[in-house]
Every structure is written in C-alpha cells, then in structure tokens.
C-alpha cells in the first residue's frame, strides 16, 4: 500500500490500523508506575466525549470562536481559585507543563526587559532538581541558568540561593514539588528573596497543583506554596496530569495582567493578519482545555479529595515498604504521591528489569549531582490499588540482588569520543542503528533487559547522555 492511499480507506481498517498502533503503548491497567494519571473510565469516558465536541474549536482567534473563551476563563478561574491568588490574578491555558513554564520565563524576561533595562544577561535561579524543561526554556530564550544546590532532603538550598543572587535575576524558581523526589522546595524563603531583590518569582506546581491541595483537605500537612506565600508571582499546573485530563492541558497563571501581557506575543509586520497569541502556538485547539473543564466539574473537590487519599494511602504503604528494607533507601520522604528509591547495594537497574519481569512498569533515573541512580514511582488512581502487590513483588526481587554493576568501560570510552561531536562530524561518525542493534533496542522497544543500556547511560556525563538520546530518539524516526 502507498503510504498515501491513492484512494481513501474504510473507516473500519483506518481504526483498526490505528487500534493496532496503540498495541503495546502503556495503559491505565495499573501497573504502570509512570507517564499514567488515570481517573478510572467513568472521567475517561466524559474526557473523550468532551474532547471531540470540542475539536473543531481554534483558540488563534477567540472573537471567531467565543467558546474558546467560555472554554479557558471557566478553567482559568477554578485554577485561580484552587492556587488561592489575589484579586487581578489572570491564567491562560496551555499545552502542556513545558509550554506553561515558557511561557512563566518569556514572561519574567519581557517583564524585566520593561521595568530593569540595565540587565544585559538575564539569569535565573534554578534549583538542580527543577523539571528540565526550564533549562529548555533558558535555551530557547536566551536566559543563563544559575544552578541552586539542595539540602540532603533534596529541597532546594536558600542559604546557596541567596549566595547567588545577582542584580541580573529575573526570576527564582520553585518547584511544588519536584518531579524525581516529590518534595516541596522552601517557596515562602524563595520567595521572599525574589521580593527583596524585586524579582519574579515561580512555582512549578505542574504535578503537584492539583493533588497538594486536596491533600491538605485530608489532613496530610503540606508546605505552603501557592499564591498565599508573598512573593510568588506564577505557577504552572498541569491538568493533563493529577487533573486527570487527555494530554495537552496545563494552565499559567500569573499575579497580574502586566505579567501575563508580557508572555502574548502579537505581530503586524506581514501582509496577512496581525496576530495576537497567548501562547506559544498560533492555531490551538480547545479540545484538551474543554476536555479538562469537564473532569474539573465532573470530579469536583470532592472528588479530587477522594483521589487524593487514595494515592496518598498507596503511597505510604510503598514507603513504608521501601523503608523498612535495608537493602532500600528512600531518597527523601516526599509531600505527595511520587518519590525516589535506590538499593543500597544492589544494581538498581538489576532491579528494575526484575520489576519488568513481574509486568510492573517503573522509571529508571539516572545519578545525578547528590542524587544517585535511582528508581522513581509515581501514584495514581489506576495503579494505587495494586500498591500492597507492587510491594511484595518488590520485596521478591530484593532475593539475591546482584550487587552493583559497571558500565563496560570500552563501550563507555567508544561512546565518549561522541561528546561534544555534532551529529555530521565525519571523525566520530557512528552507526546508529548498529549502535541501537548491539544494545538491543529493535523497534523503539527497550528489551526487557535493559539494565546494561541504563549503566551506559547513568555512567556517561550529562553532556554524552543528551547526545545518546538523541542519537536513539532520532533513529526511531528514520
Ligand atoms: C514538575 C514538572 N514540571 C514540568 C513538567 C513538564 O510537563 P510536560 O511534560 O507536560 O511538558 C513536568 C513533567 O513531568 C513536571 O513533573
């Protein structure tokens, strides 16, 4: 068949070509401990409907489409609401985490831009364990991230974040919490050095916003971090994760309307029509935004509160499981429902394909600065009933857990020569769909073993370890 059909399908073999497609991605079955926050089929069921009644809607012009409007100042004012901002607070609806926090960084640039002109090289305060897409954000848009250590507890340190501070920050960031460990960074401490040094301040509630809330309605005590601490100007909350909405809905919301004017991008220098975009995209559709406002209101506070002690009750089952083995270690006790562990002994990645073995799905992390390999789990409502069956089998793969292995020093030295190599550099050109068939990757697929891969990777420099996932990601595409 012509990979453009001369003439159209049946509908039937379309589907079932796309159903087939999605064979082996993973799914809310519950035992997938990453990428999955699932509400059960109930939501998902609404989501989708909702979703396709609002496809056809384009937010690049919202006087054409008013629902785009009806759609994103509904979402906008339940998120405000949640994250208890101040009278003038405004959000806008993004596409993803990623997106929202371009746009908190374009935003705190422009803003600098208008009231500090004298700043020549903006720079950032960015805790080592803040999501990387800030540092794709600083690439991007031209901003110098200056690096902020953390304590033992993995919470980013105030003392090294003041000894930091320049004249030259544009914005400190926190996260709430952050995505490996699931702590909260110091936000009142952060943010109060932000104002006193008159900058911007955000937390990134991405995966946290829309569960530390609900959680501290449980009972649970959860640091402050919302718009309630003085000093924070923008958050991102992410509603295609805890919001339990389809991919493609977060949310930015900003202190006041000079912030948020300052991430609208508009342009008239073209023959066609002058464009205003709150966002990074031109076209965007409302599908996922409406998608999320359904869930919002078909979960309600209540709702999320119930899921909320779910997961947490899951998660301190796991914890107590992880902490009670000496051949484990917790790499900090986390503020929700997403945490780190390690072995104390064992090959990490011995374990994790172990895990793999059982059918479990987990995230094998890599070291880095103070935070060793480690194995990273995320909670939800689909995998949190399997909790106490996750345990046992982790518990069961600890028996005879070979102690930590070696990347091969020649396959690492083979691979070090590609550092800093561009991708045409004749030098060190190299096969990459050999490279991939030696490792065993056949079709995208990590093999079930792939530990090996994973000490290759962990023992390489960040530096090498970009260039190798773009060597294999980009490979998949060829
Ligand atoms: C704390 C945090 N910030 C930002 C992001 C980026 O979100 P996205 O993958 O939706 O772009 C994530 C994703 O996991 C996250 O956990």
């Known amino acids: 068949m012509n990979a453009f059909p001369q003439l159209g399908l049946s509908k039937d073999s379309i589907l079932a070509g796309l159903a087939d497609a999605r064979g082996r991605d993973l799914t809310a079955d519950g035992r997938a401990f ?14 989708r409907e909702a979703f396709a009644g609002c496809m056809s809607i384009n937010g690049l012009d919202p006087t054409a489409y008013p629902s785009a409007r009806v759609i994103e100042r509904s979402l906008v004012k339940a998120c405000l609401e949640l994250m208890r901002a101040p009278e003038g607070a405004l959000g806008t609806c993004t596409s993803g985490g990623t997106e929202s926090v371009m746009l908190a960084v374009k935003a705190a640039r422009e803003h600098a831009r208008q009231t500090r002109p004298g700043i020549a090289a903006p ?15 600083a690439h991007y848009l031209g901003i110098e991230v200056v690096s902020v250590e953390v304590g033992e507890d993995f919470r980013a340190s105030v003392t090294d974040a003041r000894a930091k501070m320049s004249s030259d920050v544009i914005l400190v960031v926190g996260s709430a919490p952050s995505y490996a460990h699931g702590v909260v960074d110091p936000i009142p401490e952060l943010a109060a050095l932000a104002e006193e040094h008159g900058t911007l301040m955000h937390v ?23 718009f309630s601490v003085p000093g924070v100007t923008s958050m991102s909350m992410d509603l295609h994760k805890y919001g339990f909405a389809p991919k493609g809905s977060s949310m930015l919301l900003v202190k006041n309307r000079a912030i948020r ?25 409302l599908a996922a935004a409406g998608a999320a406002l359904a869930v919002v209101q078909h979960l309600g506070r209540e709702g999320y509160v119930t899921l909320a002690r779910t997961m947490w009750r899951a998660t301190e089952h796991l914890l107590d499981v992880v902490t009670s083995r000496p051949e484990l270690r917790l790499l900090a006790r986390p503020n929700m429902n997403l945490f780190a562990f390690t072995t104390t002994e064992g090959d990490v990645f011995e374990l994790a394909d172990r895990l793999t073995a059982r059918g479990w799905h987990v995230q094998p ?3 880095f600065g103070s935070s060793p390999a480690h194995i990273h789990l995320t909670l939800d409502p689909s995998n949190a009933p399997n909790a106490e069956h996750f345990g046992r089998d982790l518990e069961a793969c600890l028996v005879d857990l070979p102690a930590r292995m070696e ?34 990757i056949e079709n995208g697929m990590l093999p079930n073993a792939s ?13 090498l370890r970009e260039r190798l996932v773009v060597l294999f990601v980009g490979e998949l595409f060829v």
């Not at 990453?34 to 989501?47: K, W």
């Not at 720079?123 to 954000?137: G, W």
């Not at 300052?262 to 066609?272: F, Q």
């Not at 020569?417 to 190299?430: F, K, V």
């Open 34 to 47: 990453a990428f999955i926050y699932d509400a059960g089929a109930e939501t998902r069921d609404l989501a």
């Open 204 to 226: 990134d509630a991405c995966v946290g916003g829309l569960v530390l809330p609900f959680l501290r309605e449980t009972g649970v005590e959860v640091p402050p971090f919302d």
């Open 261 to 285: 004017d300052a991430h609208y991008y508009a342009c008239a220098n073209w023959t066609g029509y002058t464009i205003v975009n709150s966002t990074t995209l031109g076209s965007k559709s």
């Open 451 to 463: 530990a090996p891969i994973h000490r290759i990777l962990n023992a390489a420099s960040p530096a």
């Open 365 to 367: 992390t890599y070291g």
């Open 407 to 440: 990347a091969p020093s020649e396959a690492l030295a083979m691979l070090t020569m590609l550092e800093g190599a561009g991708p045409s550099d004749e030098a060190t050109a190299i096969d990459p769909a050999m490279l991939m068939g030696a490792l065993g």
């Open 123 to 137: 720079k950032m305060l960015l805790p080592v364990t803040a999501h990387a897409c800030f540092h794709k954000a």
